[in-house]
Every structure is written in structure tokens, then in C-alpha cells.
């Protein structure tokens, strides 16, 4: 089992920049990706950032609607995820929610919620115009 606490969520103003961090505890080594996650009110929740953990080098995956804004980094023990925020836009409102996989489960791409087992409670994002 993996436990996963995100914190960072906070209201801003539409160009700020905020840091959100998901720490993982309990069986971490068998942890292959991360990725962060958000949905919005009425809105299906979608993927946009992602980073390969398992051996060798990590490896990050953006989506084009944060590419250049936002960017995932690891602590030094690599069971701490972070997602630095900037530029900042109404539209990235969300519940923001890291999640953690092992890489066993059948996905489309690593964007799709279905490849992760494991979920944090999830961090509120408000970006006001």
C-alpha cells in the first residue's frame, strides 16, 4: 500500500505561482510513475503531468495546456513529488490530486487516471481573475 498527502492549495491571483507537494509513505519502491491530476467543478478529472520514478532516470511528461508553466521535480529521498505552478490562469482552477502507480495496470497513456492505483485526497487550486 502507498499513502499519498498532497498540500500546496491555496487562492491566488491569475499570474501567481503556486507549489504543491505530494508526499508518499509505505511500499514506495514498488511505485513506477506519479503523476498530478485536476478537476473542476463539472468536469472530468484529467491528467496533465507526470514523472517516471521506477530505475534509471526519472523521466516528466506535460500536457500542452501546462507545458512551459508547470514543472515536477522530486525531493531528495524521491518519495516527495513537487508541482511548481506559474503563470497562473483562471482556467487551472481544480481540485488538484497526485497519484502513484506501479506500472501493472493497463492505461492509454500516462495521463489516463486508470494506470494509477493509488490517490491522494487532493489540494484546492483558486485562481482568480
Known amino acids: 500500500q502507498v499513502h499519498l498527502v498532497e498540500s500546496g492549495g491555496d487562492s491566488v491571483q491569475a499570474g501567481g505561482s503556486l507549489r504543491l507537494s505530494c508526499a508518499a509513505s509505505?511500499?514506495?519502491?514498488?511505485?513506477?510513475?506519479m503523476g498530478w491530476f485536476r478537476q473542476a467543478p463539472g468536469k472530468e478529472r484529467e491528467g496533465f503531468a507526470a514523472?517516471?520514478?521506477?530505475?534509471?532516470?526519472?523521466?516528466?511528461y506535460y500536457t500542452d495546456s501546462v507545458k512551459g508553466r508547470f514543472t515536477l521535480s522530486q525531493g531528495d529521498t524521491r518519495n516527495t513529488l513537487y508541482l511548481q505552478m506559474n503563470s497562473l490562469e483562471p482556467e487551472d482552477t481544480a481540485m488538484y490530486y497526485c497519484?502513484?502507480?506501479?506500472?501493472?495496470?493497463?492505461?492509454?497513456?500516462?495521463?489516463?487516471?486508470?494506470?494509477?492505483?493509488?490517490w491522494g485526497q487532493g489540494t484546492q487550486v483558486t485562481v482568480s481573475s
Open positions: 514523472i517516471y520514478t521506477g530505475p534509471g532516470s526519472a523521466v516528466t
Open positions: 497519484a502513484a502507480g506501479t506500472g501493472q495496470r493497463p492505461r492509454a497513456t500516462v495521463y489516463d487516471p486508470a494506470g494509477y492505483e493509488y
Open positions: 509505505g511500499s514506495t519502491e514498488s511505485i513506477y510513475f
